[in-house]
């Protein structure tokens, strides 16, 4: 996402994760939002927006975070904190 001078302020990637088994598990990736513009709401706009694009390719999307800060931010949005799947700290898994 960029901001209305054209900076990129927040990004981050969706893939398959290379740690499971399951061709049905993506991991966020590479997720950051710039301080400054934190808690505004663009990173829950773009988390949400990468979720709806792993919801055409994949049932479980998981992520690795070792911040008590993006503990929050993600389990605020949905995710379970869990070690259910190799090197990720939260999971969420969609409904059909």
């Known amino acids: 996402m960029f901001n209305e001078e ?24 590479r997720f950051y939002v710039d301080k400054e513009y934190r808690r505004n709401g663009i990173g829950s706009l773009l988390v949400k927006s990468i979720i709806d694009e792993a919801k055409r390719y994949y049932k479980i999307l998981v992520l690795h975070t070792d911040t008590e800060q993006a503990d929050r931010f993600y389990s605020s949005i949905g ?14 898994e969609f409904k059909s």
């Not at 995710?79 to 969420?92: A, D, E, V």
């Open 6 to 29: 054209g900076v990129l302020v927040a990004i981050g990637g969706l893939n398959k994760d290379p740690f499971s088994d399951g061709q049905n598990i993506g991991r966020l990736r």
């Open 79 to 92: 995710f379970t904190k869990g070690n259910l799947y190799p090197n990720s700290s939260h999971f969420t």
